[in-house]
């Protein structure tokens, strides 16, 4: 068995010493776990020496191949194509042979078999001892990078050492292309282009260069040693770099390796070698010091402390690792659904990095924030395009895509989930009152506020009474669709057409006529939010509560995930909700709804949400929390937490880590306990702990300035760094300057016990002591 | 160009002399028109010669092969395999070669080609005048038929004569597997079934034996010839038989060629040489005067006169016949959409079959009805198991099928549409009161009734006051989909509900429980059927009137049909109808609505309606009847009498015809012009004709009795041959017996100009004297 070890606070340690923890299954979570990434080159924890492997991932952002896609009957602007990510050169591999024999981790024995994901350091430390089936006895460490300032560029230092007696040994350190992959889909054709995507163009001993097959993309991968001396070689898929030495014990062999990736560029092969070089000429450890001070200053301005609960603790920082190393030199390029540790979802970015991903970086490193919506802005054009093809109006965003034209095979869920053009204007909006970054805003925000504002104008239609209903689209839950008016889909694209409406002297100057401005007001204050009289509660979309209750009685465990054992025509007709969809929108436009409101409508809807989606536990654990339910905002937080962290089951990351999901330990914590909103551009706080929680602090950029927030189970403390800052708590303003804090009083609120769920809350968390 | 020429009343015509007369698409069409099948086996009109062609096309009823269907997004009980109709050998095939020219349309030059499909005969008759490049003329006439009274048997009279010198000629005579087909699909796997689907097991000069690669069923092909001695040989996938003779004028050869067909039973092989043997025993005279004999006494029972119109009286003729080939020796296997005149639709069976086609046979050929419905009772075990599957209870047959498993590829508009469970259990009830066939009844109609009821109990659900909704199904009309209470499916479901619960003691005799069949009334009577008290109309679904008006000022004509140029996105979201459903369930539930309602709701849904299916036309022009609009129900009647016999346009039926379509013709005039109704097994009559249509003449069996009605303007005369028949002549009670009859006035109505529709009706016929 391999298994993650006790709770350190800012490591994440694996130890493996028996042959089942190297189980393919296995391999491929631990290789999302330690996979390290910058947003623009992502490298998958593959062992150095290749074998055993889950999946072997090497990721370059927006390198992707292009496939058909068939249905069995088609219809009008159904995707023809989609796009998939690749694997790129793998550069990872380094292979040793101690006295004729391969360093293998299933053959000879482990003395020790220990990697280490430092969260401060930016690295996978990796610490060997080996016998080898002939006696021969190795040490062997690694230290893996993938730079942070310098984002082209990943590095290895791989060291060897003779425990007990001199050996012969030989490295091969490989940078090979086309690998060949797992089976990853049913679809033959699928299999096909994923097996050998890319084109070898030309090769020599520290570079390589090919171009997709289909969508024409060039990379360029470049490598270098440092350290040892080595020869090179190369073929078109292959350079191999060797050695072959004798150690004697006490003299290590160290050998540093520098990878340089170029794709999408006019000449690739002269940036990478550049690149290579700037990075071997600085050297590993500066790369490795620089990676610690970047680390060193992200952490002091986004990290986020719990007391009481170390795992927890450990969860949160290894999820904010992840979206940092998903989103930091991502733009202008999409942030993935899967960042960049994986091939799951196709690579594809969906809505929830608007909703979940970017306002956690918007508040602890906003400018990858106004990056990935520059990517959003240059994907422009073909939102116009898919909008006139679906015969609408303004701008149709994709459902999910690699470079901007909808990849979505099946519309119910995906294209006709307009309520991702209004994620994303909220998203501009949020950046732009977050940052007050009014270039982003003339160059980029206001085309897409009005574009999408334009969209929803001829989306919405009036009543007879001159009401304004959305109908048939799909809101975030995917076990309803086509529904009208469903209430999130209602409040964001108000909030994206009146959003768009406030900026309207800069719209008047870019040629937006009055008229237009004056319709996107009428429209957005005339739609129409069902509620349902009777049952008291507001209506997932319009009837919902009238459609017959799911069976919950008769749904056995191994009935979940329900889309595994029951139709979407099954699903759809019924109250049953895969994630969080009201309770979303009461999260993101708490002002919508009354606290009795919110409260019933928790209750309702709690009663009716199986949690088949990553996304829904970190949503009711911040409505838990505001609605008193303190506990079960625990629990839903520490299934957050630690859902990429404990491998097996439906949801285990071998695919790729739930970027999103990671995105929502932030957000189950500072939202949740923390009681954070920024409805409108304005702050306010209302935290509250449940009393076994000692202190939660987290940090926030915003504007010009540092909030350091520290909550205690009857007071809350704000100090404020930088320019001055007004926010509410519990609802009264308050106003801090540079230097300035305010300790106050935590309103108390009646705490529940955890309304009647289908599912047990689930890994319900063990109660740790901090010790 | 090729022309079906003027509107001959028992003949259809073609006369073909120019090049362009044979053109692909103009082929594909003319092969389905002259397609000659009994139900069991069929033959598209191919020239005898095998070239040009549209598409080959020899079907056997249920030989079909599997394929896999993959989808770019699958779901839980998406199907994952289709079955497709494939091409049987070709026996069709006879070769001339003149003066060792070989015989071709399109070289040397026609004096004379005319083919005639003869719907009292029940043959094609092919009369030609050819003159070799080399000058050499000869007549060939060649006489072709699919036997009514022999199901697995054609035969094919080939006659050649030298016109003005002696000629050499040569004749060979084929019978040939696995063919090449023009591309069918878009879908490089569905081509590659298509292409060689059947693999040879053994072969003689008398008969091939195959089998289909995946779906494993066996087909012997046998041939025989007589009249002229042929020398025969063979090959896996072709008999030969030739033979090399001079010609003198006056002198001409005939060659008889009869095929006969067996598959999917123990021993094909056998059974075919002895069909065959029987076949060409008897002669191609004796299957002649049969075929005429069988044909006489179904015009006797079912012929349908119009005078004043010559076109409509043609099409309702030929379409009948259509109607007849697809059902007359069909059972127990489906009767599919396109018959067997063409691979359209995959060679599916689908619900238009038990709503259109099988009323009409229920009233002019009942037997195969019977046989029909058997099928469906053969294939409840899947369909219970499909239920199952998809988490129902009792039977949900599939939307499309040949052999009893779903086959839909797109669930939204296939197995949302649980409308077909009661479309089977209406079909059921109507052949049982119609036929009073109680054999059927015991031993499949009572099983097929509570299995469907079972389905409609589990999907409707109570709301919080009692009152029953099913909710997120599909009803007719494909640009509506996953609606809440359709009132078509309610008012269908309803039916089933009552119409099992109408035979309790035989239900109880088998076992079913007094409170099961309690619940089937109780839910039957709660079912909603949503109406719109703002405008005064039913609504074709909850909500229907409060969506979107759909813009047809900014609907171009090129932008028809909407489907190919209109996202389902946009179109379910808005007031689009592409096909008669609300105004088929007034056709079908005509007690469920009052007149006036019938006349508001047929406005409403006229401007709405943009008739995108083949099957729309005819029930507007039956409800058009209803409510006055004579001169509109006549357009509609001719749009639906002349859909397949109009080359050219989306509609055309190149790959075969609209077999429903043909049906709608009988019901446009039987249940339009002759207000036929027959809900809950009473028969009623309301007849109405337009002033410039002087007579309407139709017949209909009914248990024992024929009846004979006869419309004019002013009156309508009914006789009765056999047994007492009771029915009503605009709401008054009449009843006859055995040579009786009465002459009754017709009530008047006010007569109504067309109401505002988006679509001018199309062909608007040209109104044609009847001299």
């Given at each position: 068995m391999s298994d993650i070890g006790a709770a350190e606070p800012w490591v994440i340690r694996e130890t493996t010493l028996s042959a089942d923890g190297f189980e393919s299954g296995r391999q491929r979570w631990s290789e999302s776990v330690f996979a390290l990434a910058n947003g623009h080159i992502g490298l998958r924890g593959n062992l150095d020496e290749g074998a055993p492997t889950g999946m072997p991932g090497t990721y370059l952002n927006s390198l992707y191949e292009e496939r058909d896609l068939t249905y069995p009957e088609a219809g009008y602007a159904f995707p023809e194509r989609t796009q998939t990510i690749v694997d790129a050169p793998n550069g990872k591999l380094i292979a040793l042979t101690v006295d004729g024999e391969r360093f293998d981790v299933r053959t000879g024995s482990l003395r020790r078999h220990e990697r280490c994901l430092d969260l401060r350091a930016g690295t996978v430390r990796r610490d060997v001892e080996w016998v080898a089936p002939s006696g021969a006895a190795v040490r062997i460490r690694s230290i893996r990078l993938v730079s942070f300032t310098h984002p082209s560029v990943a590095a290895i230092r791989y060291e060897v050492e003779a425990l007990d007696r001199p050996v012969r040994i030989r490295i091969d350190s490989d940078l090979v292309a086309n690998e060949a992959q797992p089976d990853q889909s049913d679809d033959p054709r699928a299999s096909a282009v994923l097996d050998s995507p890319l084109r070898p163009l030309s090769h020599s001993p520290e570079v390589l260069l090919h171009r997709t097959r289909r969508s024409g993309i060039e990379v360029a991968s470049a490598v270098a040693h440092t350290g040892a001396p080595v020869s090179a070689s190369s073929e078109p898929d292959r350079i191999r770099a060797g050695l072959t030495t004798t150690l004697r014990p006490g003299a290590p062999l160290r050998l540093d390796k520098f990878l340089a990736y170029a794709w999408a560029e006019p000449d690739p092969v002269t940036k990478a070698l550049?690149?290579?070089?700037?990075?071997?000429?600085?050297?590993?450890?500066?790369?490795?010091?620089?990676?610690?001070?970047?680390?060193?200053?992200?952490?002091?301005?986004?990290?986020?402390?719990?007391?009481?609960?170390?795992?927890?603790?450990?969860?949160?920082?290894?999820?904010?690792?992840?979206?940092?190393?998903?989103?930091?030199?991502?733009?202008?390029?999409?942030?993935?659904?899967?960042?960049?540790?994986?091939?799951?979802?196709?690579?594809?970015?969906?809505?929830?990095?608007?909703?979940?991903?970017?306002?956690?970086?918007?508040?602890?490193?906003?400018?990858?924030?106004?990056?990935?919506?520059?990517?959003?802005?240059?994907?422009?054009?073909?939102?116009?395009?898919?909008?006139?093809?679906?015969?609408?109006?303004?701008?149709?965003?994709?459902?999910?895509?690699?470079?901007?034209?909808?990849?979505?095979?099946?519309?119910?869920?995906?294209?006709?989930?307009?309520?991702?053009?209004?994620?994303?204007?909220?998203?501009?909006?949020?950046?732009?009152?977050?940052?007050?970054?009014?270039?982003?805003?003339?160059?980029?925000?206001?085309?897409?506020?009005?574009?999408?504002?334009?969209?929803?104008?001829?989306?919405?239609?009036?009543?007879?009474?001159?009401?304004?209903?959305?109908?048939?689209?799909?809101?975030?839950?995917?076990?309803?669709?086509?529904?009208?008016?469903?209430?999130?889909?209602?409040?964001?694209?108000?909030?994206?057409?009146?959003?768009?409406?406030?900026?309207?002297?800069?719209?008047?100057?870019?040629?937006?006529?009055?008229?237009?401005?004056?319709?996107?007001?009428?429209?957005?204050?005339?739609?129409?939010?069902?509620?349902?009289?009777k049952r008291a509660v507001h209506e997932q979309h319009a009837g919902f509560t009238s459609l017959r209750e799911w069976d919950f009685d008769r749904t056995k465990d191994d009935d979940y995930p329900l889309m595994l054992h029951f139709p979407y025509l099954n699903l759809y007709r019924q109250q049953v909700v895969k994630q969080a969809d009201l309770v979303l929108a009461m999260m993101l436009h708490p002002r919508a709804f009354t606290a009795g409101e919110k409260l019933r409508n928790f209750v309702y809807y709690e009663a009716r949400t199986v949690r088949d989606s990553s996304l829904s536990a970190p949503v009711q654990a911040v409505l838990a929390a505001e609605t008193g339910h303190l506990d079960l905002a625990h629990d839903y937080l520490a299934e957050a937490a630690l859902l990429d962290l404990r491998p097996g089951g439906g949801e285990s990351g071998g695919d790729g880590l739930h970027i999103a999901a990671c995105a929502g330990v932030w957000i189950a914590l500072v939202q949740g306990f923390g009681g954070f909103r920024d409805h409108d551009g304005r702050l306010s706080f209302a935290p509250r702990l449940p009393g076994h929680l000692p202190r939660l602090r987290f940090r926030l950029r915003h504007r010009g300035s540092r909030l350091r927030v520290t909550v205690t189970p009857r007071q809350a403390t704000y100090e404020v760094t930088g320019d001055r800052v007004t926010f509410a708590h519990h609802g009264s303003p308050v106003t801090l300057a540079d230097g300035e804090s305010a300790t106050l009083p935590i309103e108390p609120i009646a705490t529940r016990p955890a309304p009647p769920s289908p599912r047990p809350p689930e890994p319900r968390k063990p109660m740790l002591s901090n010790t």
């Open positions: 550049a690149d290579r070089d700037e990075a071997a000429g600085l050297g590993f450890d500066v790369l490795l010091r620089r990676q610690r001070e970047y680390l060193d200053d992200f952490w002091a301005g986004a990290d986020v402390e719990l007391d009481g609960d170390p795992e927890v603790q450990q969860g949160v920082r290894f999820s904010l690792f992840h979206v940092l190393q998903a989103g930091a030199q991502a733009g202008p390029h999409p942030i993935a659904a899967k960042g960049l540790t994986g091939n799951g979802y196709d690579g594809h970015v969906l809505w929830d990095t608007e909703v979940f991903v970017l306002p956690v970086l918007t508040y602890t490193h906003p400018a990858c924030v106004g990056m990935a919506l520059r990517w959003r802005h240059r994907t422009l054009d073909e939102a116009r395009d898919r909008a006139r093809e679906l015969r609408l109006a303004g701008a149709a965003y994709p459902w999910r895509t690699i470079g901007g034209a909808e990849c979505s095979g099946y519309w119910p869920a995906g294209t006709a989930a307009l309520h991702v053009n209004a994620d994303i204007a909220a998203a501009v909006l949020r950046y732009v009152a977050a940052t007050g970054d009014e270039d982003f805003l003339r160059e980029c925000g206001l085309e897409i506020l009005a574009e999408t504002a334009r969209l929803w104008c001829r989306v919405a239609h009036a009543d007879d009474d001159g009401v304004f209903h959305i109908a048939g689209v799909t809101g975030p839950d995917e076990y309803t669709a086509l529904a009208d008016d469903n209430v999130y889909t209602n409040l964001l694209a108000r909030q994206n057409l009146l959003g768009a409406a406030s900026h309207e002297g800069l719209l008047r100057e870019a040629g937006v006529t009055a008229d237009e401005i004056r319709e996107w007001r009428e429209v957005a204050r005339g739609l129409f939010i069902p509620y349902a009289q």
